[in-house]
């Protein structure tokens, strides 16, 4: 039984947007992690795949982090997860930023992850956070989503770099 927390499921064209807890999913999110990881980080990380699903529990625990999902007759088809917090140079200032955005490959393109995007959006803003950040991975060698996000109104603010140590 796959159970909503917080925020008002919503129906987008046959699929099922809304809020659930890892603790809940923890092996369904594993195999969409896992995809999303040999799709995007493969290309520049030679760490093995391990995430740490305690410290993400802990964290959700802790209202540090939430996960917003995307399901089709019950299936998993793509997640959108945050980091919240408060932002270390405004404090009075609560901020989302994006941990991984995903969409399997056979449900790419239909409107759902635009749609799952403005779900979590309205989800956040009712969480007191003022601004949201999203990542690309595009100069890795993943997918592009960058003309995507300034489609939904976002705009470049920085670009990370990465150095092996």
């Not at 939430?66 to 200032?93: C, E, N, P």
Request: some cysteine.
């Amino acid at each position: 039984m796959i159970k909503y927390y917080g925020f008002e499921v919503e129906d987008y064209n046959g699929a099922k947007l809304g809020h659930e807890r890892i603790a809940d999913m923890v092996e369904e999110l594993r195999i969409l992690h896992a995809e999303h990881f040999q799709e995007t980080e493969t290309l520049y990380l030679e760490s093995p795949f391990d995430p740490d699903y305690r410290r993400y529990i802990w964290s959700e625990k802790e209202n540090q982090f939430v996960v917003f999902t995307a399901r089709r007759d019950g299936k998993m088809i793509g997640y959108l997860q945050y980091y919240i917090f408060r932002d270390m140079h405004s404090q009075g200032m609560m901020t989302a930023r994006e941990d991984a955005f995903f969409f399997t490959k056979a449900h790419r393109g239909g409107g759902t992850a635009s749609r799952l995007l403005t779900y979590a959006e309205h989800c956040l803003k009712q969480l007191g956070c003022k601004y949201v950040g999203m990542s690309s991975k595009a100069p890795a060698g993943g997918p592009d989503i960058g003309k995507f996000l300034e489609r939904k109104g976002y705009a470049p603010v920085a670009l990370y770099y990465s150095k092996k140590l």
